[in-house]
């Protein structure tokens, strides 16, 4: 015998992950470094949208600085779009009853 409830649960949560997938490609999360200098704008699916560079942090002296504050706010950025899209796929797993999820 087929159950038929079972086929709709698996329906409604892939409908779910679609919907939950189509938000986080539209979502934009942003990352400023502490000396202001760098901007980045990643989206929900870890993908960079935008960088923007001040124009006091392009020079020879400043290199190091911007390197390190490049790195460290792209790493930001992606950690907040990590934590944004696992918030976003407990909404759809909290409906498999899988625990730890």
């Known amino acids: 015998m087929v159950d038929f409830s079972k ?3 698996l329906y409604d949560l892939q ?3 679609r919907a939950i997938q189509k938000e ?3 979502t934009e999360i942003e990352a400023r470094s502490n000396d202001g200098w760098v901007t980045v704008i990643m989206n929900g699916e870890q993908h ?3 960088i923007d560079i001040a124009e006091e942090a392009l020079s020879a002296e400043n290199k190091r600085d911007l390197e390190k504050a490049l790195k460290n706010t792209i790493g930001q950025a992606i950690s ?3 934590a944004h899209a ?3 796929m407990k909404e759809v797993a909290g ?3 899988i625990p730890g999820l």
């Open 24 to 26: 986080l490609k539209s």
């Open 95 to 97: 409906g498999l009853g």
């Open 15 to 17: 409908k779910k992950a």
């Open 7 to 9: 086929a709709k649960e």
């Open 80 to 82: 907040r779009a990590q």
């Open 48 to 50: 960079l949208v935008d």
């Open 86 to 88: 696992a918030e976003k």
